[in-house]
């Protein structure tokens, strides 16, 4: 079981910058790829970006690519996501999401195969 808690959300200027974090509970922390997605009002959830167990490979919507970065640090249990260059059309709540896949290089980048999921973070960005 993994327990998962995002923060770092808030209200930005469009052409701002915020830091997601996303603390998971549990000694296998390693173990899990670890992704982000979003979901704004009326619209379905959507994946943003994937990380595989070590940090290798990392993956991105393309509507974020160039502007958000994830990474994850294993000894602290926590995964982050870096956004740039906000922009009106990022407003959403934003989930974490762990998928226990051992040591697989591709973190998948469907919803459906994650496992846990955090409660969420809202980011709202102004224009």
């Known amino acids: 079981q993994v327990q998962l808690v995002e923060s770092g959300g808030g209200l930005v200027q469009a052409g701002g910058s915020l830091r997601l974090s996303c603390a998971a509970s549990?000694?296998?922390?390693?173990?899990?790829?670890m992704g982000w997605f979003r979901q704004a009002p009326g619209k379905e959830r959507e994946f943003v970006a994937a990380i595989n167990w070590i940090g290798g490979s990392t993956y991105y919507a393309d509507s974020v690519k160039g502007r958000f970065t994830i990474s994850r640090d294993n000894a602290k249990n926590t995964v982050y996501l870096q956004m740039n260059s906000l922009k009106p059309g990022d407003t959403a709540v934003y989930y974490c999401a762990a998928h226990h896949g051992g040591t697989s290089r591709y973190p998948p980048l469907s919803r459906v195969e994650y496992d846990y999921w955090g409660q969420g973070t809202q980011v709202t960005v102004s224009s």
């Open positions: 549990g000694r296998t922390f390693s173990s899990y790829a």
